[in-house]
């Protein structure tokens, strides 16, 4: 690809250079592959989360007790793992040298965290045989790990998926970069209190905001519809997790 020629900014002001750091210039390489190499289309969708607000809210001083957190993400990663269950095809990645799909008999999930010194994404292992709890405890652990830079190079490898959240921090959507040579993303951004026609009347409701982002060799449109489609039917009613 041509490059970006560079003017001379000093010539507009005053400047200063920095050293990138080998997190920054590891995550832009990182980050140039899988924008070059992937047709990205991202698929949005809202969940109405208002029911799952309220369990995990009365979750509060259980967590205490248990002295881990109950945010949105352990339900989120739950809602992942039983939509790769249930269409497979996005548990796979290409090998475009062989022409071979390699499709993944285990579950793993990364999630996206923000760290003082950048992006780092730990995995979080065969998420489907966990319970929420066991989730909370090891996504908060593995993030603090992250931001301590004391995660260990096979706590970041072998996801079959990545969640992306930035609910915590705000925003309607976004089109997450697919972390390849997995084939999807799931970017979450912030729950808002909407008016929902219900038949008869608005009804107030939270909707948590969905961007699929997808490898679209894998994956059709259809399938991402159908994926965001299953999500939003999860997280509306986790009891169906449990099925
Ligand atoms: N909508 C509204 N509120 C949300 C939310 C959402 N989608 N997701 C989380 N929140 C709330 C939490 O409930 C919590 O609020 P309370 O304290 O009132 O319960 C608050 O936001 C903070 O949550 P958190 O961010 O500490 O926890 P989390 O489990 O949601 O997220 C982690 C953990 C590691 C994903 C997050 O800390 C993080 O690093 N996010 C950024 C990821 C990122 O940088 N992505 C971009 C990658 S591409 O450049």
Not at 200 to 224: C, I, K, T, W
Request: neutral net charge.
């Amino acid at each position: 690809i041509p490059g970006v020629k560079l003017p001379d900014f000093s010539q507009f002001g005053e400047v200063e250079r920095e050293g990138m750091s080998r997190m920054m210039a590891a995550t832009a390489v990182n980050m140039q592959r899988s924008w070059l190499n992937v047709p990205h289309v991202t698929q949005f969708d809202e969940a109405d989360i208002t029911e799952m607000e309220s369990f995990r809210k009365a979750q509060k001083a259980a967590g205490e007790k248990k002295g881990v957190k109950m945010t949105p993400l352990p339900f989120l990663l739950k809602a992942c793992a039983a939509a790769l269950a249930e269409l497979p095809q996005f548990n796979v990645s290409l090998d475009m040298e062989r022409k071979e799909v390699v499709h993944k008999k285990y579950i793993h999930i990364g999630i996206a965290v923000d760290t003082p010194h950048g992006l780092m994404v730990p995995v979080l292992r065969d998420v489907d045989q966990k319970g929420l709890w066991e989730l909370a405890a090891e996504s908060a652990e593995l993030a603090q790990k992250a931001r301590d830079k004391q995660l260990k190079p096979q706590e970041m490898q072998g996801a079959c998926f990545t969640i992306t959240s930035l609910g915590g921090i705000g925003g309607t959507a976004f089109t997450p970069i697919v972390n390849t040579p997995e084939v999807a993303i799931l970017g979450v951004s912030k729950a808002a209190m909407k008016p929902i026609w219900d038949g008869e009347d608005f009804q107030p409701r939270l909707m948590l905001p969905l961007s699929l982002s997808y490898d679209h060799r894998a994956v059709n449109g259809a399938d991402a519809a159908r994926f965001t489609n299953l999500l939003t039917q999860l997280l509306g009613d986790i009891r169906t997790l449990l099925l």
